[in-house]
């Protein structure tokens, strides 16, 4: 391996970031926050931006294109590059970003297996349980989750649905395009 080899980019690096970057963007919709109440904290914001690339992740994964695998990787890559670099600018030690990356890869890994399962059986209540866990880190209390969690989660499953139906080749271009929230007003 010449010298060279290690300036060049990776398989899918700009496509993966460009879709990193669209479930970033989606994911900083004021509706999150203000209109269902998800807290508007570091915690919050990595959660919403998990989900977000979670969905990206799983709409790869499934696409029957060998590369749909490599280029969920390079999201994936992605996103733990950013992070990394958030949680260095914000001052946190080289000492301790190992250890929180690793705490947040592990929560993003646990969430991502959470969605995906309810996504795939087309269970909104499950996945609104999940994001109740997670996003609001509430307990389930039994009986429906709250308004705030079925919508994110009716969100959720327009969000997949919709990346579902876009072309691989736009994917792999980097475009992804996610479905504003239905916002009450909307819906009317």
């Known amino acids: 391996m010449g010298l060279l080899a290690l300036f060049r980019r ?12 669209a479930a970033v963007a989606a994911a900083r919709d004021p509706w999150f926050f203000g ?27 499934n696409d029957p294109d060998p590369r749909g695998a490599a280029l ?6 992605a996103m733990f590059a950013d992070m990394d670099m958030n949680l260095r600018e914000m001052g946190v030690g080289d000492m301790v970003v190992g ?3 690793k705490r947040m890869w592990e ?8 969605y995906e399962a309810a996504i795939d059986a087309g269970d909104a209540t499950a996945l609104a349980e999940a994001l109740r866990r997670n ?10 989750p709250p308004a705030g969690a079925r919508a994110l989660a009716a969100q959720a499953m327009r969000a997949a649905a919709a990346l579902a139906a876009q ?5 792999l271009r980097g475009t992804a395009q996610f479905p504003a929230p239905e916002r009450p007003a909307d819906a009317a």
Do not use: C, N
């Open 135 to 144: 996003v609001w880190r509430a307990e389930a209390t039994g009986g429906d």
């Open 167 to 171: 072309p691989f080749a736009s994917l």
């Open 107 to 114: 929560a993003f890994h646990g969430r991502a297996h959470a």
């Open 72 to 77: 969920a990787q390079a999201v994936f890559d």
């Open 99 to 101: 250890k929180r990356m």
């Open 35 to 61: 209109g269902l109440g998800v807290p508007d904290s570091l915690d919050g914001r990595f959660d919403l931006v998990g989900l977000h690339v979670a969905l990206v992740i799983h709409r790869l994964r």
């Open 10 to 21: 990776r398989p899918h690096e700009r496509a993966g970031f460009e879709l990193y970057g």
